[in-house]
C-alpha cells in the first residue's frame, strides 16, 4: 500500500486546494482538520478526520495507520488583529501545537514536512522586496508564532533525519477555477476577499486603509499569489523533498505588486459595475510595500505559475463569492 501523507488544516482555504491537487494526482491522503474555520465539504479527496492537529494520540494513530512519509501542516489561526488582541491564542494553536505535532512526527520517524509560513515573518522590510535571507522581524503575535515554528522545524531538521520546506506565503488570492472550492473565511478581512464579497451584495463597501502612502497611487502595494499556483508550489515541495532535497525555506508570490486602487479597478473591471469605497486612515502595521524576491522558489523548485495574472485572480474570487451568495439566499 501507497506510503500516506498527513494534511493538517486540509478543510481550510489554502490546504483544501493542495488536497485537490494532490488527490488528483493519486496521492494517499488523510485530512485532519478541527472545522474551526474549514469546511468538511471543501476535502474532496482522502480520508477526513474531525480532530485537532496538537492531539499527539490521534496524530500517534494516523502517522501509524497511514503510514505517513510526508506531513503538510496548514492548521493554524491566521487573522493579524485577532493576533494583537489574542496572542496567547496565536502561540497556544500555532506554535504549541506546532511543537506536538513536530514530536509525533519526530517520534514515528516522519522524513519530510511542508510548513505553512507567512510573508509576516518579514515584518516592514527596508525595501519593497523580501528576500529569504532577510532578517525576520515580524511586527505581530500572527507573524511571531510562525517565526518560532520555523526555528523549532530548522533545529529539529538538524538533529533528526526529517526534511523540511519552509513556505512563506505573500498575499494568497483567488479560487480554484474549476469552481469546486473557494475562500470560504468567515468574517474576512483580505482585500480581495473582503471586495468580491462588496461586488456579491454581501456587503455594503470596501475601505481602502490609506492613500498617502510613498507609492505611485498612494495605496498599499502587494504580492497576490493565486491559490492554484501555491498549491502547485506544495505539490513540487513534496517532490523535491522525495527525491532527496534538503531544507529549505522559499517565498510564494510572483515578484511584482498591485496597489489596493488597481486591485479596486480590476473588481470593477470584472464586475462590470463599481463597488462602493470609503477612504481611510492607514491601518496601523502595514507596511507600504511586500513583494516577494522570487528567485529562490524559481531556482530550487520545478514551479511554473499558471495564473500570474489579477484578471484571472479576481475573476475566480468573484465567481466563487457568487455561489456563496448563492447558497446563503
Ligand atoms: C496580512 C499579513 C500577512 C498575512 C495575511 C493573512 C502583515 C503585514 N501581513 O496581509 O502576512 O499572511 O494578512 O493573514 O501582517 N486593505 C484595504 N482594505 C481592506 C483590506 C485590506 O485597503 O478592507 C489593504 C491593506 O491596507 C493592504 C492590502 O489591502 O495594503 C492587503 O491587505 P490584506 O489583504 O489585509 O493583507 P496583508 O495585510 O497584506
Known sequence: ?????????????????VVK???AIGERLVVLDNLSTGFADAVLYGDFVEGDSGDMDRVETLLRDYDV???????????VPESVADPLKYYGNNTCKTRNLLQCCAEAGV???????????YGIPPGAY????SPPAPINPYGTSKWMSEMMLRDLSQSSDLKHVILRYFNVAGSDPEGKIGQSTRKATLLIKVAAEVAAGKREKLLIFGTDYPTPDGTGVRDYIHV??????HVQALRY???????????????????????????????????AVEEQPRRPGDPPELVAA????????????????????????????RKLAVRRA
Open 241 to 275: 523533498l522525495r527525491a532527496g532535497g534538503t531544507s529549505v525555506t522559499l517565498n510564494c508570490g510572483y515578484g511584482h505588486g498591485y496597489s489596493v486602487r488597481q486591485v479596486v479597478d480590476q473588481v470593477n473591471r470584472v464586475n462590470g459595475l463599481p463597488i
Open 69 to 79: 512519509d510526508a506531513v503538510l501542516h496548514f492548521a493554524a489561526h491566521t487573522i
Open 111 to 121: 522524513k519530510h514536512f511542508i510548513f505553512s509560513s507567512t510573508a509576516a515573518v
Open 130 to 133: 523580501a528576500a529569504e535571507d
Open 21 to 23: 491537487q494532490l488527490g
Open 294 to 321: 522570487v528567485e529562490k522558489i524559481r531556482r530550487v523548485l520545478d514551479w511554473t505559475p499558471k495564473y500570474d495574472n489579477l484578471e484571472v485572480i479576481v475573476r475566480t474570487s468573484l465567481e466563487w463569492e
Open 228 to 233: 492554484s499556483d501555491l498549491a502547485d508550489a
Open 1 to 17: 500500500m501507497k506510503r500516506g501523507i498527513l494534511v493538517t488544516g486540509g478543510a481550510g482555504y489554502i490546504g483544501s486546494h
